[in-house]
């Protein structure tokens, strides 16, 4: 079982960065992959980054260039640096974990998944 804590939310200004942190347990999270959803309100949970075992990073198009995903498997964290923020980036933030083997396309995908987070809100004010 693995338990992932996410930190680093809060209220910023349009224009303005954050960055989230996810905390894991276990021993073994280099052999994870790890991944970072939103859910804004009103809407379905949506992939924004992830980065597998390797290293290899994913983005959803809307974060391209506004947002960095990088993990430090000395601390078992992972970590979402958001930049240039818009008020539409605005949503609960979801770490998630996967020990599931990879195909092509299958990091945007919440089945890839095995453990979730509890969420941190991001608001962005315009």
């Known amino acids: 079982q693995v338990q992932l804590v996410e930190s680093g939310g809060g209220l910023v200004q349009a224009g303005g960065s954050l960055r989230l942190s996810c905390a894991a347990s276990?021993?073994?999270?280099?052999?994870?992959?790890m991944g970072w959803f939103r859910q804004g309100p009103g809407k379905e949970r949506e992939f924004v980054a992830a980065?597998?075992?390797?290293?290899?990073?994913y983005y959803a198009d809307s974060v391209k260039g506004r947002f960095t995903i990088s993990r430090d498997n000395a601390k078992n964290t992972v970590y979402l640096q958001m930049n240039s923020l818009k008020p539409e980036d605005t949503a609960v933030y979801y770490c998630?974990?996967?020990?599931?083997?990879?195909?092509?396309?299958?990091?945007?995908?919440?089945?890839?998944?095995?453990?979730w987070g509890q969420g941190t809100q991001v608001t962005v004010s315009s």
């Open positions: 998630t974990a996967s020990t599931k083997k990879e195909y092509s396309g299958s990091y945007y995908y919440t089945s890839q998944y095995d453990y």
């Open positions: 276990g021993r073994t999270f280099g052999s994870y992959a």
């Open positions: 980065i597998s075992r390797s290293g290899i990073t």
